[in-house]
């Protein structure tokens, strides 16, 4: 296993980070367990976790993927410093996590107290933001003129990320987290927080974790670049796009207990006639190569020049052994060039 630095923090964190959305919806406790210990005994030192989990999201299982967490370090009590664990605060939207509203400072100190509860822990490595306040182009919402930048009130959403930041810190200086970071959030997200921190010497953003994927650059270049010049590690989830860049999913496939079965809170928006021809292309082009389609998708994302550390995740003892096995895999220039020939065909398949 390779590690890197996450961001500015020191952490030394390894390239595969173990996403744990799965976890009390298609995965049990005993799952999770089994993934966990497989992880940490292949080096993996960074576990990603979320209140909102497990996915899709649900009253019913908020929640649910943390208290699995927190059950496996009760039972290890001796391994938490083990592995670095983040996990996330949920943003507006759903109903029945603080009614839907904003994240505010109150909901700051409130949601990583619930948190630490959950995953019987003292402390969380790096806090993230799961979505902001304001609506970002994420989830779909990346096509021009889908979302209007001029309608946004930039001098109230500038106030709300002080008061967030500045409960933010307080958890710091409390010992309840060690970090913060963003998620689903762009670059002038990462640079006003990065402003408000050093104009009012208050703790500085520490990563991103954004959608990023064969079928989804649009991070490339401009936020990783920013991202590399800011020190704010860059972490991409759903490498695999949910999935569908195994293949699985061509020709309106959906295997028994595969995730494109359940209701998606934002439909499978993923799900283009153009992403369709995507994917079958890097499929062919993978048995080319003599990979499998994830492992070509795994390798790249993990070659990408800026990349931190890669969430993946996986329903089987099967599967993460594969993606696990992907980051140890280096793809040449001739796989780069047929990897960047499919990608000019299809720059923006969905």
Same mark, same amino acid.
């Given at each position: 296993?390779?590690?890197?630095?996450?961001?500015?923090?020191?952490?030394?964190?390894?390239?595969?980070?173990?996403?744990?959305?799965?976890? #009390?919806?298609?995965?049990?406790?005993?799952?999770?367990?089994?993934?966990?210990?497989? $992880?940490?005994?292949?080096?993996? +030192?960074? =576990?990603?976790?979320?209140?909102?989990?497990?996915? @899709?999201?649900?009253?019913?299982?908020?929640?649910?993927?943390?208290?699995?967490? #927190?059950?496996?370090?009760?039972?290890? @009590? !001796?391994?938490?410093?083990? /592995?670095?664990?983040?996990?996330?605060?949920?943003? +507006?939207?759903?109903?029945?996590?603080?009614?839907?509203?904003?994240?505010?400072?109150?909901?700051? =100190?409130?949601?990583?107290?619930?948190?630490?509860?959950?995953?019987?822990?003292?402390?969380?490595?790096?806090?993230?933001?799961? %979505? @902001?306040?304001?609506?970002?182009?994420?989830?779909?919402?990346?096509?021009?003129?889908?979302?209007?930048?001029?309608?946004?009130?930039? $001098?109230?959403?500038?106030?709300?990320?002080?008061? =967030?930041?500045?409960?933010?810190?307080?958890?710091?200086?409390?010992?309840?987290?060690?970090?913060?970071?963003?998620?689903?959030?762009?670059?002038?997200?990462?640079?006003?927080?990065?402003?408000?921190?050093?104009?009012?010497?208050?703790?500085?953003? &520490?990563?991103?974790? +954004?959608? /990023?994927?064969?079928?989804?650059?649009?991070?490339?270049?401009?936020?990783?670049?920013?991202?590399?010049?800011?020190?704010?590690?860059?972490?991409?989830?759903?490498?695999?796009?949910?999935?569908?860049?195994?293949?699985?999913?061509?020709?309106?496939?959906?295997?028994?207990?595969?995730? %494109? +079965?359940?209701?998606?809170?934002? !439909?499978?928006?993923?799900?283009?006639?153009?992403?369709?021809?995507?994917? $079958?292309?890097?499929?062919?082009?993978?048995?080319?190569? !003599?990979?499998?389609?994830?492992?070509?998708?795994?390798? %790249?994302?993990?070659?990408?020049?800026?990349?931190?550390?890669?969430? =993946?995740?996986?329903?089987?003892?099967?599967?993460?052994?594969?993606?696990?096995?992907?980051?140890?895999?280096?793809?040449?220039?001739?796989?780069?060039?047929?990897?960047?020939?499919?990608?000019? &065909?299809?720059?923006? @398949? /969905?």
């Amino acid at each position: 296993m390779e590690y890197t630095t996450l961001g500015h923090s020191g952490l030394s964190v390894s390239r595969v980070c173990l996403g744990t959305m799965t976890w #009390g919806k298609q995965n049990t406790q005993a799952d999770a367990n089994a993934q966990i210990e497989h $992880a940490l005994a292949q080096g993996i +030192n960074f =576990i990603d976790t979320a209140e909102m989990y497990a996915v @899709p999201p649900t009253a019913d299982t908020y929640g649910t993927t943390e208290t699995i967490i #927190g059950n496996w370090i009760a039972a290890n @009590p !001796g391994r938490r410093d083990d /592995f670095y664990l983040a996990s996330k605060i949920a943003g +507006n939207g759903l109903k029945y996590i603080r009614g839907g509203g904003d994240i505010t400072g109150e909901a700051i =100190i409130k949601a990583i107290d619930d948190s630490l509860a959950r995953l019987q822990t003292d402390y969380i490595d790096l806090y993230q933001l799961h %979505w @902001p306040n304001r609506t970002s182009p994420h989830f779909g919402k990346h096509a021009p003129g889908h979302i209007n930048f001029t309608d946004v009130d930039t $001098a109230a959403h500038s106030a709300q990320m002080l008061e =967030i930041l500045q409960a933010l810190d307080e958890s710091v200086r409390a010992g309840k987290i060690r970090h913060f970071g963003l998620s689903n959030d762009t670059p002038w997200g990462i640079n006003e927080y990065i402003r408000l921190a050093e104009k009012h010497k208050l703790t500085r953003v &520490t990563s991103i974790q +954004n959608e /990023f994927n064969l079928l989804q650059t649009r991070d490339w270049p401009f936020l990783i670049e920013n991202c590399v010049h800011q020190q704010v590690a860059y972490l991409p989830w759903s490498p695999l796009a949910t999935g569908a860049l195994t293949g699985k999913y061509l020709n309106g496939a959906r295997p028994a207990g595969a995730r %494109w +079965n359940l209701v998606q809170r934002n !439909g499978l928006f993923r799900d283009t006639r153009l992403s369709n021809q995507a994917v $079958a292309a890097y499929s062919d082009l993978a048995q080319k190569h !003599g990979l499998t389609p994830a492992q070509l998708a795994l390798a %790249w994302c993990n070659q990408v020049d800026g990349v931190t550390s890669t969430i =993946i995740g996986a329903t089987s003892m099967e599967q993460l052994q594969e993606d696990i096995d992907a980051f140890s895999i280096t793809l040449n220039d001739s796989v780069l060039a047929d990897i960047a020939e499919v990608h000019r &065909t299809y720059p923006v @398949p /969905f």
